[in-house]
């Protein structure tokens, strides 16, 4: 239990039992870890630099309105983690996703899409017809599951080290890029098994804070920077208000709700699959029997039809 958390009088035993595992630090693949950290703007500079290879970087960033509407009021809207403009322009989309969704990549895309055609309600631009001329969007999606639905081995599969997607749009025939308005980056936390002491750029620092923060007790010196030393000033438990401890321990439980209904359906579809593969191979061995059945009817017959020709009974 981290001792620096005080318990009020008459708090329930279920709060109690969440708070007696709770680490130093916040986990920041909780809804509240992660806009508690990333929703200030000298970390989100920081980790955006990291990942998006923005010429002369970005220097200055809003915080948008996360919800965006549909062009008429049956369309769906889209509800984002965070949304940044850049002093550029540029919109970028900054998403935690804790849990495999069906489906992920296709919304990917349709959050990009909301972002896209945003940029025409205004519909003119100094007082000149619009001319279709776009910001360029960026999705930085942070994923604590495999895109791969086939990489279940999560051992092997952080050994690979190919923790980092980055896509646009490109021209198959030539590979050169047919547009640089639209950017997509996927980090695969599972795919990123490096050890601290392995870690080398700034990148590399921040998957492993983001992966890693709640199991730490303290600052470790490879990450000893001025932009992670405040992260983990505002990321320590023992430094929140009670409101906010409250807050963050209901969005861990419902994130280890999720996580174990997930493990729950996992264990009943490993257990469906192994009665499907036992009825599977007991239908196959009662084909088996029955054709092995059928074939010694079958000689049977051939023997009775020669033997009664030779007595000459037919």
């Known amino acids: ?43 989100m500079l920081n980790f955006l630099n990291s990942v ?35 002093g550029k322009g540029e919109r970028i989309i900054v998403e935690i996703q804790t849990f495999r969704q069906q489906h992920f990549k296709d919304r990917i895309l349709f959050y990009i899409a909301m972002l896209i055609q945003e940029q025409n ?5 100094e007082d ?21 639905e086939d990489d279940k081995n999560a051992k092997t599969v952080a050994k690979t080290g190919k923790y980092l997607s980055y896509v646009q749009l490109i021209d198959k025939l030539n590979q050169e890029v047919f547009s640089d308005k639209l950017h997509i980056v996927c980090i695969e936390l599972k795919r990123f098994g490096k050890e601290l002491e392995d870690v080398k750029t700034v990148l590399e620092q921040w998957v492993y804070l983001i992966k890693h923060l709640h199991e730490l007790e303290n ?32 969005s861990l439980n419902e994130m280890n709700l999720v996580q174990n209904e997930i493990i729950s359906r996992d264990k ?22 029955i054709s092995l059945q059928v074939n010694t009817i079958a000689a049977m ?8 020709r030779r007595l000459g009974l037919t």
Not at 28 to 35: N, V, W, Y
């Open 1 to 43: 239990m981290n001792d620096d958390i005080k318990l009020d009088a008459g708090v329930s035993e279920a709060v109690k039992a969440i708070i007696e595992d709770i680490s130093v630090y916040i986990n920041l693949l909780t809804d509240f870890g992660f806009k508690r950290v990333f929703g200030i703007k000298e970390v």
């Open 52 to 86: 998006l290879d923005i010429e002369g970087g970005i220097t200055d960033l809003t915080y948008t309105n996360t919800e965006i509407l549909g062009l008429t009021k049956e369309d769906r809207k889209a509800i984002y983690d965070l949304i940044c403009t850049t």
């Open 121 to 125: 309600v205004k519909g003119k631009v």
């Open 128 to 148: 000149k017809e619009w001319n279709f001329m776009l910001y360029p969007v960026y999705s930085v999606n942070i994923l604590n599951f495999n895109l791969k």
């Open 219 to 250: 600052i470790p010196e490879e990450l000893k920077s001025e932009v992670f030393e405040k992260i983990f000033e505002i990321a320590k438990i023992a430094k929140m208000s009670k409101d906010e401890v409250y807050t963050y321990l209901k």
């Open 268 to 289: 009943m579809i490993e257990a469906k699959d192994v009665v499907i593969k036992k009825l599977s191979a007991e239908r196959d061995n009662a084909i088996s029997v």
């Open 301 to 308: 017959e051939r023997e009775n039809t020669e033997l009664r």
